[in-house]
Nanobody, 116 residues
């Protein structure tokens, strides 16, 4: 069973930055796709950013230019650098992975609160 463990959430002021981490329990080379989703209170879960085995990362329009997704293969970890955070970025952020056998995996989430 694959485990994805998120960390790095917390309270930050508007305009601030946070870096989220997602540590996988096995090599991230086994995943076709890894990424981040978020879910605000009362809202549906939405895509934030995705990394693919090949090709360029994909971002939701509202995060383009502010968020950066990256990976450290040696640490089996995917990161989400979030800059210029806004109150509307407040949400639980979930790590996601899809492997080559069709399996989908989710972390338990980390809460990001943007407030003054």
């Amino acid at each position: 069973q694959v485990q994805l463990v998120e960390s790095g959430g917390g309270l930050v002021q508007p305009g601030g930055s946070l870096r989220l981490s997602c540590a996988a329990s096995r090599s991230i080379f086994s995943f076709n796709t890894m990424g981040w989703y978020r879910q605000a209170p009362g809202e549906q879960r939405e895509l934030v950013a995705q990394l693919f085995r090949f090709g360029s990362p994909k971002y939701a329009d509202s995060m383009q230019g502010r968020f950066t997704i990256s990976r450290d293969n040696a640490k089996n970890t995917v990161y989400l650098q979030m800059n210029n955070l806004k109150p509307e970025d407040t949400a639980v952020y979930y790590c996601y992975a899809a492997d080559t056998n069709g399996g989908d995996y989710w972390g338990k989430g980390t809460l990001v609160t943007v407030s003054s």
